[in-house]
């Protein structure tokens, strides 16, 4: 949410899932030396919406391994210069976002630097940490001007990426753009093909958008899955901060790969439900335990919540206006796996850093007891209820079929109350979202 630019976001830039899990929650991580490398959280409780459904989330949470086992890292950051990048929430904060990442990096890890606008130029070559001024000074020597060559930017970057190669360690191209994306000679199809060529090299890639209003989430989204990468938003400087001291570090080191999770319910206890957010990442169940099939990474320490709205057997669908039609399911022709007793069975199978494509996956479960559903959110942890009124408050903002406006007065209570709490996260949102309800009393 981005008031402080004194107006309400787009609707068609609010992406549910982000709003989610743009908060650190505290879900407990495995044991440092776990052979599961994350850990499942599952809870329920009546939604924060008067309509008689349940809200269910699954959180997990990646393990830390201790900094002394991070691999040597070769970083290659690809920063579109483009004449689009000039406004201060754009090219400004991805020059901090690099110059905050050399603080955190250590002095043997490298880094490259590769711009594109209307022509693509290496400004920095792989170039030890210890030599901070001198990549300081190329980052501070960035500026804007000019169309956009992306496609050609990405392959120079792989290219540096090689050209500093650490076998066996970290090998990352990070794409700083604010979505207004020429592919050039190729289609969004023939990019995609181009990254995933790449990433077999031993190459992954990440995404971060920045500013507001026309960021391309589809093709960003596309493009750092291909990668085997996370897709991330950054807007403010206080969100550049804390994507460098949080989430960078996850995104270079990898603890999972190919992660695919699936929620089996029990449908003599659920009638109904449907996932919020997560349109773009979406699975088909007969791939879940098809290892070849490509899917997400996790890093360390990153964090992922999912949650879902849930009709339990014996009642009725909400009678919402403008939602879509309720679809049926495919006849399941295998065996149940989830427990009667249970109201849901959440399955994850991942593969571990270093398999390739035909290696065979792991695979953890985790359940949900039909009688462990709170009576009340009220009932439940802090950070279910925070993510109950993040995912109301966002469905309130890109005006979906299922928001509910009535819940306002309860979000404010929450995010209010945990404002105060001393989180900054929390307190930067509770401060926004004052200055939003006044926008939408207007």
Request: aromatic share 6%.
């Amino acid at each position: 949410m981005r008031t402080n630019l004194g107006s309400l976001p787009q609707k068609e830039s609010v992406r549910l899932e982000e709003y989610v899990n743009s908060f650190k929650y505290g879900y407990v991580a495995p044991a440092t030396d776990s052979a599961v490398p994350f850990s499942v959280s599952v809870a329920a409780a009546p939604n924060l919406f008067e309509r008689g459904t349940v809200l269910m989330r699954v959180g997990i949470q990646g393990k830390n391994p201790p900094p002394e086992s991070k691999k040597p890292a070769n970083i290659v950051f690809l920063v579109d210069t483009s004449g689009s990048m000039q406004s201060a929430d754009k090219l400004p904060l991805v020059q901090q976002v690099l110059s905050e990442t050399v603080g955190i990096l250590a002095p043997t890890d490298t880094i490259s630097v590769v711009s594109y606008a209307g022509d693509t130029s290496v400004r920095l070559g792989p170039t030890p940490v210890s030599q901070a001024q001198a990549i300081t000074n190329t980052i501070n020597g960035l500026t804007s001007a000019g169309s956009t060559a992306g496609a050609a930017g990405i392959d120079l970057a792989y290219q540096q990426a090689q050209a500093g190669f650490i076998p066996g360690g970290i090998n990352h191209v990070v794409l700083c753009t604010d979505g207004d994306f020429n592919v050039g000679p190729f289609s969004t199809a023939e990019l995609v093909k181009l990254i995933e060529e790449k990433r077999k090299t031993g190459v992954t890639l990440t995404v971060l958008g920045f500013g507001v209003g026309n960021l391309n989430d589809a093709l960003m989204e596309s493009v750092s899955n291909a990668g085997n990468g996370i897709y991330g938003v950054i807007s403010n400087p206080e969100q550049a901060t804390s994507y460098v001291t949080q989430r960078m570090l996850s995104t270079l080191v990898h603890i999972a790969k190919d992660v695919k999770i699936q929620v089996e319910f029990n449908a003599n206890a659920v009638f109904a439900y449907r996932l919020l957010g997560y349109e773009n990442r979406a699975i088909a169940d007969a791939n879940f335990r098809n290892d070849i099939i490509d899917a997400g990474e996790i890093g360390a320490g990153h964090q992922v919540t999912a949650l879902y709205e849930l009709v339990l057997a014996g009642g009725m669908l909400p009678n919402v206006s403008g939602a879509p039609a309720a679809e049926d399911g495919a006849a399941h022709t295998g065996a149940a796996e989830v427990a009667a007793s249970d109201l849901a069975l959440i399955k994850l199978r991942y593969k571990q850093p270093g398999a390739n494509e035909t290696d065979p996956a792991l695979e953890v479960n985790s359940s949900l007891a039909a009688a462990g559903v709170g009576a009340s959110y009220l009932d439940l942890d802090s950070d279910f209820q925070w993510a109950a009124a993040i995912s109301a408050y966002a469905e309130i903002l890109k005006q979906s079929p299922y928001a509910d406006k009535a819940a306002l007065a309860t979000i404010e209570s929450i995010v209010m109350h945990q404002g105060m709490m001393g989180a900054p996260d929390k307190a930067e949102f509770a401060r926004l979202f004052g200055t939003a309800k006044s926008l939408m009393a207007q």
